[in-house]
């Protein structure tokens, strides 16, 4: 299982995840939603406290992912397929152009 932590402009606004089973899920984070219920991500997933899942990564986080050559020197220099979506996502995406960025979280040993 993979996850990160997804920020609107310097705000945490909600929790990534890729899980065992290969399905996606991002839940805003509670706070968020109290505190900032205009602000969404995309207009395709409202600030809202159901947890989204779908068995493919999110279009919107999809479009973060570099395109072309630049994902030809991101999948080289990282040694990441280029069918990996959360690997590249969670390894390019941390300093993206515009107000979302994505944060790895470390995975935990079991």
């Not at 997933?45 to 779908?54: A, H, L």
């Not at 220099?77 to 944060?103: E, F, H, P, T, Y």
């Amino acid at each position: 299982m993979r996850s990160a932590e997804i920020y609107y402009k310097d705000l945490l606004a909600g929790i990534l995840t890729e899980t065992n089973e290969g399905e996606y899920t991002f839940q805003y984070d509670k706070e968020y939603v109290t505190k900032h219920p205009d602000q969404f991500i995309t207009f395709t997933m409202p600030v809202t406290e159901t947890t989204y899942i779908d068995k493919r990564l999110f279009p919107f986080f999809e479009g973060l992912i570099p395109e072309g050559w630049l994902l030809d020197i991101a999948s080289k220099n990282w040694k990441i397929n280029q069918n990996d979506r959360m690997g590249l996502l969670l390894a390019c995406c941390q300093n993206c152009i515009g107000a979302v960025s994505v944060k790895p979280i470390p995975e935990e040993d079991e």
